[in-house]
């Protein structure tokens, strides 16, 4: 059903091994801005959405956390591109699971770009990445049916969104990841799997230009990717991996 991948994980820490300390949040997600690598938004535990302008390269004193929350909560979030005053644009989906945000310019202004149909369920975790085939931002999002949607959004004087059932032959869906670092098409990374094993669920990749999924080496529970285009995952004892491509 899958093809070789050629692709793995090597291990680089266990636990929190190799990683300084820079704020104590309670809960959340983090996602790295695309504008700024010294920037960070947050997902908190409770839904809040806060943001630093700059994290140290090595220790030192960091930036307060602002709060952009506003009326809005969050269960997960990403940055895409920036705006064109060079602001980060940050999608969120709500903590309801049922919208998808775009906003980051101002604190509290959120804009409401998506509402979940009854089929696709709650939408759970979000990734964004370059247009594809024309469009501006595609955001990619996991829903607690187990799908895998890909939204081709094009912004302008009104919003245009495309979706695209990306779930093929996958078992269920948990988490997603997509690496814009390297090439013209973007890489696909997921968590997928219906029933764990004692480090969490098998890691899939799906190539753009073959538009085929390849079963990489590796088991995981989240999946991440970074600014270079390097993957990442964590698995359920807190071993975390980094990819690599043979």
Known sequence: MY?????????VSSAAEGFYPIARITGGTIANTSGSKYSAWMAT???????????PTSGGTVTPWSDYSGSIRARDLDTGSQFSDGCDMVFLVSHDGRKIYRGGRIAGDWNLIYTSSVFDGSLTNISVGKGLYGSHTSIYVTTSRGRLLRLDCQWGPSL?????????????????????????????????????????????????????????????????????????????VGDVFLGYRQ
């Open 160 to 236: 245009s969104i495309k979706k695209n059932d990306m779930t093929g032959t996958l078992p269920f869906t948990r988490d997603v990841a997509v690496q814009d670092g390297n090439g013209a098409q973007p890489e696909l990374y997921v968590i997928a799997g219906s029933t764990a094993n004692i480090y969490g669920y098998s890691i899939y990749r799906y190539d753009m230009w073959q538009q085929k999924w390849y079963q990489c080496n590796g088991i995981a529970e989240r999946i991440a990717v970074d600014m270079e285009g390097r993957v990442w995952v964590v698995n359920s």
């Open 45 to 55: 535990g409770d839904g809040r959405i806060i943001w630093t302008a700059r994290i």
């Open 3 to 11: 093809g070789s991948s050629h692709t793995g994980f090597s291990l």
